[in-house]
């Protein structure tokens, strides 16, 4: 390697083929490694200098390096023993897309820019679209003014919808009242959603300066026509101008689904813009029979799902689609004379669907997804992890120390164990403590519960069985450290009783005595004591 750092394109070769082994050799192998690290809180800085190098390094330094330093403190979320959070996806299809993303490093925000970066987008948006059973006003090739564009996050949709909405709404209350100023009218605006939403459409509402109301959930933890019906009405008689909804398919803590066939009717009467998250559990529609959750997202302006949790697509890459793209383009169109181009209007520069101005060549890890699995290979895997999933909950239901909370749905399962909330919390505790599988806490109706949800691609029937294993291993460790400390008590209890009797009997000797007699019958271990 050159002394200013450069390589070769015969070293990069040799760089990254060492690089594709070590990413192929860590999932073949991931097993074999504790889910979650075991290092404490700044545990890097001591190991690595404290100022950049002076000199250039070889890679095979800085290879090393990384399995001595970097690698003991990685979580490993594609570990079939993973169960928190949602999926991250991972596929070696993604893996190249992203290294072909970076090594051809284009930045696409507008149609000259890269053409092709462009269009192949609009074209496996729209094949995204058709197998998810979107409606056609959704895509590019409808006749309307509707598309996909890929975002970074679901997080950064529901701020895009949530703009574009403002927007939407400003422009059309001041015409309909031209003394208004911007400022007065967006100082009346609200949002709305679910209180099992996630937390990204709450900080979507402080981003965009928008009040997010949270709503509450019928049992099931759906959305309910009704009760936004009934605060768009109260909102209205304070005032107050409604202006966006987020609807959720696959809430954060249970994976439930809000009610589209009663919001999207309530949100297109009162003009209100209706975005759907289906940031997880939108992966499910590629398999038709797993579609009715769906029912009503023709009401919706906007609709959200992430190929990079549950798609096989390595993060970030997040897909939108809307019904009018120049709810988007009135929003976010700032045309600076060094962005323009001979082509405009005839594509579209996508640079004005999203935030920043600047964007990667994501839709070549989408294209090499799609195609290297096709439309069966993904519904494979959705339908392979459901079934996972219903097999965990099959073995909790079996188990009359454990209770399923929430059935099944998709692939999350909400459980506890049976009892008071303080011995499922333990339960969690004790098995985050071992470092061999990883869950998340939730509550359910003011309940404890855990959320146990398939997340790795890799995941087998062997590794849920292994999984269960150890939650009733440290369930069974729980309930014997609880009759431990209910023996305790009834001795401490009993020795109180008999404390003053025996001092009567012998005012030489203290009743404490008679205590530590007491509690030194069964030791920890369950050992017998001597009594006295």
């Not at 949709?157 to 001041?174: F, G, K, N, Q, S």
């Not at 579609?291 to 798609?311: C, E, I, L």
Request: aromatic share 8%; charged share 20%; proline share 5%.
């Amino acid at each position: 390697m050159a002394g200013n750092g450069h390589m070769s394109p015969d070293e990069f070769r040799e760089f990254g083929k060492a690089a594709v082994d070590f990413i192929a050799d860590y999932i073949e192998n991931i097993r074999d490694r504790p889910v979650l690290p075991a290092v404490e809180p700044g545990y890097l800085a001591p190991l690595l200098p404290t100022e950049c190098p002076e000199e250039p390094e070889p890679w095979q330094a800085v290879m090393q390096d990384l399995e001595r330093h970097i690698m003991p403190g990685v979580t490993h979320w594609h570990s079939p023993s993973f169960h928190a959070y949602f999926p991250t996806a991972n596929s070696f299809p993604g893996v190249v897309g992203e290294l072909l993303s970076a090594g051809l490093g284009v930045i696409g925000f507008s149609w000259i820019t890269s053409p092709a970066c462009t269009e192949l987008e609009m074209i496996v948006m729209d094949w995204l679209g058709k197998l998810l059973g979107l409606p056609e006003e959704f895509l590019h090739c409808s006749a309307g003014r509707g598309g996909g564009v890929i975002q970074g996050s679901a997080s950064e949709a529901t701020l895009v919808a949530m703009l574009a909405a403002r927007d939407r709404t400003v422009r059309r209350v001041r015409a309909d009242n031209p003394r208004l100023t911007d400022g007065e009218v967006r100082a009346k605006l609200v949002a709305y959603t679910s209180d099992q939403s996630n937390s990204s459409v709450w900080k979507s509402g402080l981003l965009g300066a928008m009040p997010m109301r949270q709503l509450p959930t019928d049992a099931d933890g759906a959305l309910r026509g009704d009760v936004l019906d009934a605060a768009i009405r109260s909102d209205r008689h304070k005032g107050l101008i409604p202006c966006f909804v987020v609807s959720t398919l696959g809430t954060t803590g249970t994976c439930a689904f809000d009610n589209l066939e009663e919001l999207g009717p309530v949100c297109n009467r009162e003009g209100l813009w209706l975005h759907v998250d289906a940031a997880y559990a939108g992966a499910a529609y590629v398999c038709p029979e797993l579609r009715q959750t769906m029912a009503g997202v023709q009401y919706a302006d906007s609709f959200d799902m992430n190929p990079h949790k549950w798609m096989l697509v390595n993060f970030d890459c997040s897909a939108m689609w809307v019904k009018n793209a120049n709810d988007l383009e009135n929003a976010f169109n700032v045309d600076a004379v060094y962005l323009k181009h001979d082509s405009q209007g005839v594509m579209p520069d996508l640079r004005h669907w999203q935030l920043p101005l600047g964007r990667r060549f994501r839709a070549l890890k989408l294209w090499l997804v799609l195609r290297t699995y096709g439309a069966r290979g993904l519904q494979a895997h959705i339908r392979k992890q459901v079934k996972l999933a219903q097999d965990f909950e099959e073995l909790v239901h079996r188990d009359p120390r454990f209770e399923v909370a929430v059935s099944a749905r998709c692939g999350i399962v909400c459980f506890r164990m049976a009892g008071p909330c303080a011995r499922t919390q333990e339960l969690l505790h004790r098995v985050t403590a071992r470092r061999s599988l990883y869950m998340c806490p939730a509550a359910v109706r003011g309940r404890a519960i855990i959320r146990f949800v398939i997340c790795s691609r890799l995941t087998e029937a062997e590794d849920v069985a292994r999984s269960w294993a150890e939650i009733v291993s440290q369930a069974e460790a729980v309930l014997q450290a609880e009759s431990l400390a209910a023996s305790k008590q009834a001795a401490v209890a009993a020795a109180a009783a008999v404390g003053p009797a025996a001092a009567s009997c012998d005012p030489g000797r203290k009743a404490g005595s008679v205590v530590h007699t007491m509690l030194g019958a069964t030791g920890a271990g369950g050992d017998t004591q001597h009594t006295v």
